[in-house]
């Protein structure tokens, strides 16, 4: 039983035409003259963009590359963040501090 499965059941229960929001919102744009754009996304058009995400193009590798070396500064910077910027860590830690045992529990 998935959350989809159950959201349809929901749905078949009350009878809604599934669907229908789809047709009233061309409709709703026709008559306004704006361009409806279909955004949904086939599983064959989803696997080619995680495969094309995937393959080590140049731009891929140079992303990769970058994240790996920003990421010693962003944990840097979030255990010792800048003067401008507010510690959540440490507030967070105080914060958790301050609740009683019981509190917790």
């Not at 279909?38 to 891929?60: E, F, K, M, Q, Y």
Request: charged content about 15%; some cysteine.
């Amino acid at each position: 039983l998935s959350g989809v499965g159950l959201l349809y059941g929901i749905i078949e229960c009350f009878s809604v035409d599934a669907g229908e929001e789809f047709l009233a919102a061309e409709a709703a744009a026709t008559s306004r003259s704006i361009p409806c754009v279909c955004i949904d996304v086939d599983i064959n058009r989803l696997c080619s963009r995680i495969g094309a995400a995937l393959v080590p193009t140049p731009c891929n590798v140079g992303n990769a590359i970058w994240a790996w070396v920003s990421f010693p500064r962003i944990v840097w910077q979030s255990l010792f963040p800048p003067r401008s910027n507010i510690d959540v860590l440490g507030t967070t830690i105080l914060h958790m501090k301050s609740f009683r045992p019981r509190t917790w529990l």
